[in-house]
Antibody
Framework: QLQLQESGPGLVKPSETPSLTCTVS??????????WGWLRQPPGKGLEWIGSIYYSGTTYYTPSLKSRVTISVDTSKNHFTLRLSSVTAADTAVYFC??????????????WGQGTMVTVS | QSVLTQPPSVSAAPGQQVIISCSGSSSNIGNNYVSWYQRLPGTAPKLLIY???ERPSGIPDRFSGSKSGTSANLAITGLQTGDEADYHC???????????FGGGTKLTVL
């Protein structure tokens, strides 16, 4: 059964560059069948897509965050990682990793992790 | 400010039907597929509808999606208290070159 599990620091200071990792079990990020993505939901707000990555390392980022975001994949460890630089209080949110339902960046997200809260303070 | 517009909240009685709207433009909903997600309190979002009106396996047919022009709707029939959740619509935006979402709609089953 496919599971995605986010891990990372719960509390970070402004200007830091935290990393979040999504560990996948029950599927292979290197299969080439799916894109894998990061999203977030700030308190009281809607979902926001951050970016997605293919097993080959091809990435797509939302333009508003592109200058601060790096997503990478490690197929040997079956995980992918989000780095967000120069964080501010506006980056406080629940961060989710998720799997696209296919190998197109436009495909819906069919499996999600539980989410991890990141507070910038 | 979300790119897609959803009502902040809707409510209806058990057994009734509710429709949640999602409004966009020609650069997003008008020319791309819409998906809908349900997020129960404290849980991971769940895909309810993809490609405007398709249900993943395991999603009951009480949930249905539709699209017309630059708007999409999620209809839920036979409301149950367990349907109380936040519902989010999403799609690709050609102008922004980004996946975009609505602000989410909180469903209350009275």
């Amino acid at each position: 059964q496919l599971q995605l599990q986010e891990s990372g620091p719960g509390l970070v200071k402004p200007s830091e560059t935290p990393s979040l990792t999504c560990t996948v079990s029950g599927d292979s990020v290197g299969s080439g069948l799916y894109y894998w993505g990061w999203l977030r939901q700030p308190p009281g707000k809607g979902l926001e897509w951050i970016g997605s990555i293919y097993y080959s390392g091809t990435t797509y980022y939302t333009p508003s965050l592109k200058s601060r975001v790096t997503i990478s994949v490690d197929t040997s460890k079956n995980h992918f990682t989000l780095r967000l630089s120069s964080v501010t209080a506006a980056d406080t949110a629940v961060y989710f990793c998720a799997r696209h339902s296919g190998s197109w960046i436009y495909d819906a997200f069919d499996m999600w992790g539980q989410g991890t809260m990141v507070t910038v303070s | 400010q979300s790119v897609l517009t959803q009502p902040p909240s809707v409510s209806a009685a058990p057994g009734q039907q509710v429709i949640i709207s999602c409004s966009g433009s020609s650069s997003n909903i008008g020319n791309n597929y819409v998906s809908w997600y349900q997020r129960l309190p404290g849980t991971a979002p769940k895909l309810l509808i993809y490609d405007n009106d398709e249900r993943p396996s395991g999603i009951p047919d009480r949930f249905s999606g539709s699209k017309s022009g630059t708007s999409a709707n999620l209809a839920i029939t036979g409301l149950q208290t367990g349907d109380e959740a936040d519902y989010h619509c999403g799609t690709w935006d050609n102008r922004l070159s980004s996946l975009v979402f609505g602000g989410g709609t909180k469903l209350t089953v009275l």
